[in-house]
């Protein structure tokens, strides 16, 4: 049932948006009653961070091993690149960016459960980048946001072309090609100085 909630609810956040998203229009939807659903979520704000947090969890990040050597961090930046690409870019995801895009006014809360899921992306760049620095992969003079730095050379002006329905979701092989590219260009500027 709970899934069953989270499908429908999904699907009319997106159509309808978080304001016009009504608990008996997701209810019923759902085909259970408000009472099932209040009792399994609470809110709607609540149903939201729960059909965000569902979307969030399936991202399979690679496993953080610490990398010993810079080819193992170069597989580990372009693995966790690709994940990143693949999960994000389906429709499904950037229409819940949209959702918080335009709900952001009459509901901050949508942009705030959305940015949470962006920063447990960004930690965990975070760890790859700090693990790293501290085995000498990575220049001790580079700044400190390298996980914003390495996201930004993933994405480049993708994310944005999405969101405005420019261009559909990269295929697998141009998720691989910008993850592998994004690696590479990362280690180029903030390898250890020769």
Do not use: N
């Not at 693995?79 to 870019?89: H, M, Q, T």
């Not at 980048?129 to 050379?153: N, W, Y």
């Amino acid at each position: 049932m709970r899934e069953r909630i989270l499908h429908a609810a999904m699907d009319t956040f997106v159509e309808l948006g978080y304001t016009g998203a009504s608990t008996l229009k997701i209810a019923t939807r759902a085909q259970v009653s408000k009472r099932e659903l209040y009792a399994l979520f609470g809110t709607k704000q609540a149903m939201l961070a729960a059909c965000i947090a569902d979307r969030a969890g399936r991202m399979q990040l690679p496993t953080q091993r610490p990398p010993r050597h810079r080819d193992e961090l170069e597989t580990l930046l372009a693995g966790l690149g690709a994940s990143v690409l693949r999960e994000v870019s389906q429709p499904g995801v950037i229409a819940v960016f949209r959702l918080a895009i335009t709900e952001a006014q009459r509901a901050p809360e949508v942009a705030a459960t959305l940015e949470s899921a962006r920063r447990s992306v960004r930690d965990a760049v975070r760890g790859i980048t700090e693990q790293a620095r501290s085995a000498g992969l990575i220049d001790p003079k580079a700044p400190r946001d390298m996980d914003v730095r390495f996201l930004a050379l993933l994405w480049d002006d993708l994310m944005v072309s999405l969101l405005l329905r420019l261009r559909e979701a990269p295929k697998a092989t141009e998720i691989e090609r910008r993850a592998k590219r994004a690696a590479e260009e990362f280690l180029r500027l903030y390898g250890p100085s020769s």
